[in-house]
Structure formats: C-alpha cells, structure tokens
C-alpha cells in the first residue's frame, strides 16, 4: 500500500491559516481517493474532505467553506489548505488513501499517515 507522511502542521491563532501536505510514495499513488481526517482529545477520528483522481471534492460541514483539498500527482502529494481556523479545528489531522471512491468512512481507508498536530489558540 501507499506509505503516506503529514506535515505542516503547528500553532496558530484563531483566524490564522495553515497548509498540511500529505506526502505519498509509488507509482499508484493517483489510483488512490485521498482523504484528511482529524482526531481531538477524546474524541473519535472524523471525516474532514476527500479528493478523488477526478478532482472532485467532499467537505465536512463544519470545514466548508474554510478548507481546501488538493492534490498533485506529479509530486504525489495531497495538500490541505485551512483558512479562518477556530479553536475547535484543533486536533491531530491524518491523511489517509483508499481504493473506494465516494466514501467518509475510516473502514474505508487502508493506508493512513503518523498525523501532524494542528493547534488553534484563541
């Protein structure tokens, strides 16, 4: 499976922005839907967007409108750009591949990075 790598991740105010890359080694790394989810404390990993090989886009509700997904295959990296952040977006953010277009689901995605830890101050 494809061996995924966060980073970017860091401090930031509330209203700040960041950019976390996903970095993805092999040669089918555009056959995979990629997908970021994020885990707070004590709370259960939930879905935040995904990008499929077409391009098309998925956003949690409470990231619409704030989040951008992208990727580059050329340079096998899957980007997430986070604007207007809020103390809430707190969390370890996770990027993660799947075979299965279309979905939310974290059964649904087989190979996911170690996380990068995003902190939103107020």
């Known amino acids: 499976q494809v061996q995924l790598v966060e980073s970017g991740g860091g401090l930031v105010q509330a209203g700040g922005s960041l950019r976390l890359s996903c970095a993805g080694s092999?040669?089918?790394?555009?056959?995979?839907?990629m997908g970021w989810f994020r885990q707070a404390p004590g709370k259960e990993r939930e879905f935040v967007a995904t990008?499929?090989?077409?391009?098309?886009?998925d956003y949690a509700d409470s990231v619409k409108g704030r989040f951008t997904i992208s990727r580059d295959n050329a340079k096998n990296t899957v980007y997430l750009q986070m604007n207007s952040l809020k103390p809430e977006d707190t969390a370890v953010y996770y990027c993660?591949?799947?075979?299965?277009?279309?979905?939310?689901?974290?059964?649904?995605?087989?190979?996911w990075g170690q996380g990068t830890q995003v902190t939103v101050s107020s």
């Open positions: 993660a591949a799947s075979r299965r277009f279309g979905s939310r689901e974290r059964a649904d995605f087989s190979s």
């Open positions: 092999g040669r089918t790394f555009s056959l995979y839907a």
């Open positions: 990008i499929e090989w077409s391009a098309s886009t």
